[in-house]
């Protein structure tokens, strides 16, 4: 059984700070996804991470995949309050041929304060 | 938004009642699935589908039914509503490559 775990669960930032968030998943997996929830939204679509070594970066948020550590990092540089939202990694499965299934983790809610 | 429409957005029932959920997608996308959000689980896979009536069991898809006879509609079934099934309900869609996921807005679905 595949296990997906993010970590911290919480995280309060003040602006301009950096910090991580980790994801680290049990079995092998070549890809790796993360979203952005807003409170009573729906989920918006990050990055898809599809290789080892991959690393993807918009605006002050860059993400990075390590297969062989079966981690992923979402890193946030120099917060605003407009990242407060929570995180999620999602971890794809194969099956049916080329569908995956996804994985996700129980997320990170991230509070930027001024 | 990624052509999805879920129905009803809210609803309030009672136990032991059936409900009955609507995706609907305009993308003509092959998979379908159907996600429950719970505080604390993040989001669960309850039902999925590679086709029209193709479908098949996610990780907690007990109390759950589903069906597809055509490619835009996925439906949810809760024969029987119970008080742990009250949650978000969030329908999602891939592309053939799987590049993304993409996702509806949720109902939001209490059973009292």
């Known amino acids: 059984e595949l296990k997906v775990e993010q970590n911290p669960l919480f995280l309060s930032m003040q602006e301009g700070k950096n910090y991580t968030i980790y994801c680290n998943y049990s079995t092998t997996s070549d890809r790796l996804y993360w979203y952005r929830q807003d409170p009573g939204k729906s989920l918006e679509s990050l990055f898809v991470?599809?290789?080892?070594?991959a690393v993807k970066q918009e605006g002050r948020l860059m993400a990075s995949l390590d297969t062989k550590a079966r981690l992923s990092t979402l890193h946030i540089t120099a917060a605003v309050h407009d990242l407060s939202a929570t995180y999620f990694c999602?971890?794809?499965?194969?099956?049916?041929?080329?569908?995956?299934?996804?994985?996700f983790g129980k997320g990170t809610l991230l509070t930027v304060n001024p | 938004d990624a052509g999805i429409t879920q129905s009803p957005r809210h609803k309030v029932t009672e136990t032991g009642t059936p409900v009955t959920l609507r995706c609907h997608q305009t993308e003509n996308h092959r998979y379908m699935y159907w996600y429950r959000q719970d505080p604390g689980h993040g989001l669960r896979l309850i039902h999925y589908s590679y086709g029209v009536k193709d479908t098949d069991k996610g990780e907690v898809s007990d109390g759950y039914s589903v069906s597809r006879s055509k490619t835009e509609d996925f439906l949810l079934t809760l024969e029987s509503a119970t008080s742990s099934q009250t949650s978000v309900y969030f329908c999602?869609?891939?592309?053939?490559?799987?590049?993304?996921?993409?996702f509806g807005s949720g109902t939001q679905l209490s059973v009292l």
């Open positions: 999602a971890v794809a499965r194969t099956w049916g041929g080329s569908n995956y299934k996804l994985t």
């Open positions: 991470l599809l290789s080892n070594g």
């Open positions: 999602a869609i891939s592309t053939e490559t799987n590049e993304k996921l993409f």
